[in-house]
């Protein structure tokens, strides 16, 4: 597989559920994002990682969880989630995490998981 | 928080020449960056100023003036394969902002 990859692509989950996104991305890159994106809404970055760091806690609520075990692989634990929470959720990559460097605007995306909370 | 405003919706005929525009509020911010998204899909780079000026790839170009507080992106020679979502993103006190995008209706 190339690029990045997440699943799964669709999940309906109720209120008291708990589930995770995955993602994989296969381009050697160094840093990771959670993005979630609602309609007509800009997209609203949650989660940060490079090299397997959290650098980025944007206020999201505790009952979504980041993991990251590897530069590689980045989760979503999903808990007790609210309808308002419904929404496409990205993921993204890019060669590396810096502030100044265009190497973090370039960011590759993956499909998308689209969350249902019932 | 940082807004970056971006016109909804344009349209535009098959080999014409569109502008998006997006302006912001803020400074001190690194680069402004560009996505196009089509429906269903997901968002794919296109171009990324860090510097005033043009900065052209192809039939598509984009361009930042900060003394402005505004960039747009330009998209020459307009395919059908172009109606698309495009928004724009930057950069600024550690934390990335996006516009809410701004969809572009190619016709024949």
């Known amino acids: 597989e190339t690029g990045v990859t997440q699943t799964p692509r669709h999940l309906v989950m109720g209120m008291t559920n708990k589930k995770s996104l995955k993602c994989e991305q296969h381009?050697?890159?160094?840093?990771m994002y959670w993005y979630k994106q609602s309609a007509k809404k800009p997209l609203e970055l949650m989660f940060v990682?490079?090299?397997?760091?959290?650098?980025e806690n944007n206020s999201v609520p505790s009952r979504f969880s980041p993991e990251c075990p590897n530069s590689s692989h980045l989760f979503l634990h999903l808990h007790t989630l609210q309808p308002e929470d419904s929404a496409l959720y990205l993921c993204?990559?890019?060669?590396?995490?810096?502030?100044?460097?265009?190497?973090?605007?370039?960011?590759?995306f993956g499909p998308g998981t689209r969350l249902t909370v019932t | 928080g940082q807004s970056l405003e971006q016109p909804s919706e344009v349209t535009a005929v098959e080999g014409a020449i569109v502008q998006i525009n997006c302006t912001y509020q803020?400074?001190?911010?690194?680069?402004l960056s560009w996505y196009q998204q089509h429906d269903g899909g997901a968002p794919t780079f296109l171009s990324y100023?860090?510097?005033?000026g043009l900065e052209e790839t192809g039939r598509f170009s984009s361009f930042l003036s900060r003394s402005d507080s505004y960039g747009y992106l330009l998209l020459q020679e307009l395919q059908m394969k172009d109606s698309a979502s495009y928004f724009c993103?930057?950069?600024?006190?550690?934390?990335?902002?996006f516009g809410s995008g701004t969809k572009l209706n190619v016709k024949p």
């Open positions: 993204a990559s890019s060669q590396e995490y810096s502030l100044s460097g265009a190497s973090s605007y370039e960011q590759y």
């Open positions: 381009l050697g890159h160094n840093a």
């Open positions: 803020t400074s001190g911010f690194y680069g």
């Open positions: 993103g930057l950069y600024n006190f550690n934390k990335f902002y």
């Open positions: 100023n860090a510097l005033d």
């Open positions: 990682y490079s090299l397997e760091e959290r650098v």
